[in-house]
Nanobody, 120 residues
Framework: QVQLVESGGGLVQPGGSLRLSCQASGSIFSIYEMGWYRQAPGKQRELVATIPSTGIANYADSVKGRFTISNNNAKKMVYLQMNNLKPEDTDVYYC??????????????WGQGTQVSVSS
């Protein structure tokens, strides 16, 4: 069983910064891709940024130039540095890993979510 735990959310003023972290634990054979998504109440979950285990990161247009995704495969962690935050960035943020578990089963694992609130 694989678990993802996010941390780093909170309340910040517009223009401020936050850094989210996501730690995976459990039986993981390999990780294909890590990513961050966000969801507001009553809305669909949307992609924020993804990064393959090796390769180039991908960002939603709304966060390009402000957010940076990075990872540490050895530590099974993914990060999201969020700068110049705007009120419209307020959402619950979820991390997701696409992986092979110890039994070589492919699946995606989601974290429980962390609240990011941007307000003056």
């Amino acid at each position: 069983q694989v678990q993802l735990v996010e941390s780093g959310g909170g309340l910040v003023q517009p223009g401020g910064s936050l850094r989210l972290s996501c730690q995976a634990s459990g039986s993981i054979f390999s990780i294909y891709e890590m990513g961050w998504y966000r969801q507001a109440p009553g809305k669909q979950r949307e992609l924020v940024a993804t990064i393959p285990s090796t390769g180039i990161a991908n960002y939603a247009d709304s966060v390009k130039g402000r957010f940076t995704i990075s990872n540490n495969n050895a530590k099974k962690m993914v990060y999201l540095q969020m700068n110049n935050l705007k009120p419209e960035d307020t959402d619950v943020y979820y991390c997701k890993f696409d992986l092979l578990d110890g039994g070589l089963n492919e699946f995606e694992s989601w974290g429980q979510g962390t609240q990011v609130s941007v307000s003056s």
